[in-house]
């Protein structure tokens, strides 16, 4: 398998071309697909480290594509769209994307955004590696995570929360906090997102999700990993 930094899935070739020589002057290895069915084609064999990619394509959208693509692969996926309704966003995030750029976007900010979704997924991890309550394992360095023995498959922003969430155990974290640490203080993503991974995280990790024994609800101020 070839191995190249991002992947540009856009059939507006002119933004596309601006965005893959910005990226290129900035040392990244970037290729481009005009369509879902030609990335599919380029990615049996080329891996790549990010994607981003366009809601309004030709044949399978690009929700199609992001839905299709979750059920084998984590890579980190941008959205960039001119729909920007906070349906479409909450879609494409629901979808398993990592963050959501509204059309037109300031290259710069797509710049730091594919920084900062490349330093979560792939950066240098700092401090202890690894986690453990009970039944519950978290490997940070493989960022694997175990539950009754059985490894448990996250989605690259849900283990981000869930590292968060335990770095900052026993503490209450509002829903402010916790999106400006784990999507970036620039994010656009709406505070909605963050009760939407919790719930996936429960239902991912808790034995009852509606009663969570870990991920507890902090009624008027976010929520708690609770350690005990």
């Not at 290895?29 to 790549?48: C, G, H, I, P, R």
């Not at 044949?59 to 199609?64: E, I, K, L, T």
């Not at 594509?65 to 906070?86: M, N």
């Not at 784990?182 to 239902?203: D, F, K, M, N």
Request: with cysteine; aromatic share 10%.
């Amino acid at each position: 398998m070839k191995k190249r930094d991002i992947l540009i899935i856009d059939d507006d070739v002119d933004l596309a071309s601006i965005t893959k020589e910005l990226l290129e002057d900035y040392k990244y290895f970037v290729e481009w697909a005009s369509s879902a069915e030609k990335a599919y084609d380029m990615m049996l064999d080329t891996n790549y480290k990010l994607i981003v990619l366009d809601i309004n394509l030709p044949g399978d959208s690009g929700f199609d594509f992001c839905r299709e693509l979750r059920k084998t692969c984590t890579v980190p996926i941008i959205f960039v769209s001119s729909r920007t309704s906070e349906t479409d966003r909450i879609t494409g995030l629901d979808l398993g994307a990592d963050d959501y750029l509204p059309k037109p976007y300031s290259l710069q900010e797509l710049l730091s955004r594919i920084k900062a979704n490349l330093r979560r997924a792939y950066g240098f991890l700092e401090g202890q590696s690894n986690y453990i309550f009970k039944d519950l394992m978290v490997d940070v360095a493989s960022r694997r995570v175990t539950l009754k023995e059985l490894e448990i498959p996250l989605a690259l922003r849900e283990f981000d929360l869930l590292k968060y969430m335990i770095e900052h155990k026993d503490t209450a974290l509002s829903k402010e906090k916790i999106l400006s640490e784990v999507w970036g203080s620039y994010s656009q993503v709406e505070p909605s997102t963050v009760a939407v991974h919790i719930r996936w995280l429960r239902e991912k990790l808790e034995e009852n999700p509606s009663k969570p024994e870990r991920l507890k609800t902090v009624w008027g101020v976010g929520y708690i990993f609770d350690s005990k």
